[in-house]
């Protein structure tokens, strides 16, 4: 099994499947450990991965090891990527250099609201921060059902299971517990006296919705299917709302936040007395603060808490605009039509701004409408400047050039 040959033999990755969960099914297939499957039958990129912690794959593999796994298995290449880390940025978190923590913190967590209302941020100094991801080595977690169900055979692990993002397994709706493993394979529970735990349902809604986004690239909310990016970017900002010390905002949402801690039957923000980001808390209080969250989402979809955030519209079922931002790498999702938005939205510059924020289409829309007397590149230049100052993405807006080019 060298060169670049196409392997005979090899399992089809699993939708939200790891990528270190389908390389150990891959190195079983052949009777390999994963590491004899990756340190010597990927030609070259066996080399780059020199010393890596062979877990640290989940997370960035080295460039040239997924096209060598692409040309042996015949996975897509954008395929393998969404089994990484890395192959979600923008989508589940902007960047994954850390040392963008303050404005990554702002653009991701900051912009928007969902119970509390707009520009209600505290200013955070965060020098170094990623969304999602704590600075201590991936988890790894499994459901017990699911290696009940797999019987002695190598189990499927989703990404979502090494990163704080889901408490529990979509399928069963139990507790995802800390496991010992080798590669992301089952050895044994931590925790030898462990017994299966079904998960809040409301937990177990929060979690389909995250794994049905990273499955799929879409999530269905009450008010309509959303880009995965728009619900993971809602769920770390009501995360970080529900761990919003009560003393700094208004009595009325301050008896909303109440009100969803009690749902739970735990005091705010589970006791915590510092703030620290969502990412730096430890596990069992990230926990508290994702069922929290999920208990938030229940309260706002059933109208018990009114929700005054930008982002509240997708948790009630009723017309409102598009929430669009953009194609993630591997699946091309139809923006919804824009127009009806559009025009029901001419009557507020400010509410189409809003939205162009946010929706690639309205975007366009609202620069060409700007500039359609425009006479030459400058006056463009500045207008298109001057969208971006109000918030709009500059990869939303065409350059002059770009718009002819696409007529
Ligand atoms: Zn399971």
């Given at each position: ?41 990927l ?133 995802l ?14 925790d ?13 809604a ?6 049905e ?33 009560t ?38 209080a990230q ?5 929290a ?54 009557t ?60």
């Amino acid at each position: 099994m060298t060169g670049a040959a196409r392997w005979p033999l090899h399992p089809q990755p699993e939708a939200g499947e790891a990528l270190s969960s389908w390389l150990i099914r891959v190195a079983d297939a052949y009777g390999m450990t994963p590491g004899q499957l990756v340190r010597h039958n990927l030609g070259p990129a066996s080399f780059e991965l020199g010393d890596q912690n062979l877990s640290d794959l989940d997370m960035e593999p080295p460039p040239g090891m997924l096209e060598a796994l692409h040309e042996r298995t015949g996975v897509p290449r954008d395929q393998l990527a969404s089994m990484t880390i890395a192959g979600w940025v923008p989508w589940l978190l902007d960047t994954l250099d850390p040392t963008q923590g303050t404005a990554a913190f702002e653009t991701y967590v900051q912009q928007d609201s969902v119970i509390l209302p707009p520009g209600r941020a505290i200013k955070r100094d965060l020098p170094i921060w990623r969304a999602w991801l704590p600075d201590r080595p991936m988890m790894r977690r499994a459901c017990p059902r699911c290696i009940d169900d797999a019987d002695g055979e190598s189990a499927v692990f989703a990404l979502a299971s090494r990163i704080p993002l889901t408490i529990g397994c979509p399928k069963h709706g139990y507790r995802l517990e800390a496991m010992f493993g080798s590669l992301g394979a089952f050895i044994a529970w931590e925790d030898k006296d462990m017994v299966p735990t079904p998960t809040d349902p409301r937990v177990t809604a929060m979690d389909r919705r995250t794994h049905e986004g990273l499955a799929t690239g879409t999530v269905s909310l009450p008010g309509r299917a959303v880009h995965v990016g728009a619900w993971l970017r809602l769920l770390r900002t009501l995360l970080d709302e529900v761990n919003t010390p009560t003393s700094t905002v208004r009595p009325s949402y301050r008896s909303n936040l109440q009100l969803v801690w009690q749902t739970i039957g735990r005091s705010p923000r589970a006791g915590q007395i510092r703030w620290r980001p969502y990412e730096c808390l430890d596990w069992p209080a990230q926990q508290a603060m994702l069922h929290a969250a999920a208990a938030a989402v229940d309260l706002i979809e059933t109208g018990r808490i009114p929700a005054a955030g930008t982002l509240a519209p997708l948790l009630h079922a009723q017309q409102h605009p598009a929430v669009y931002d953009g194609d993630p790498p591997h699946h091309r999702i139809d923006p919804a039509p824009a127009t009806t938005v559009w025009q029901a939205a001419m009557t507020s510059i400010r509410d189409v701004i809003g939205i162009a924020r946010q929706d690639a289409g309205t975007a366009r829309q609202l620069l060409s409408l700007l500039t359609c007397y425009t006479p030459n590149e400058l006056a463009y230049s500045r207008i298109r400047g001057e969208l971006i100052e109000t918030g709009i993405p500059s990869e939303l807006l065409p350059t002059r050039d770009q718009a002819a080019r696409s007529g």
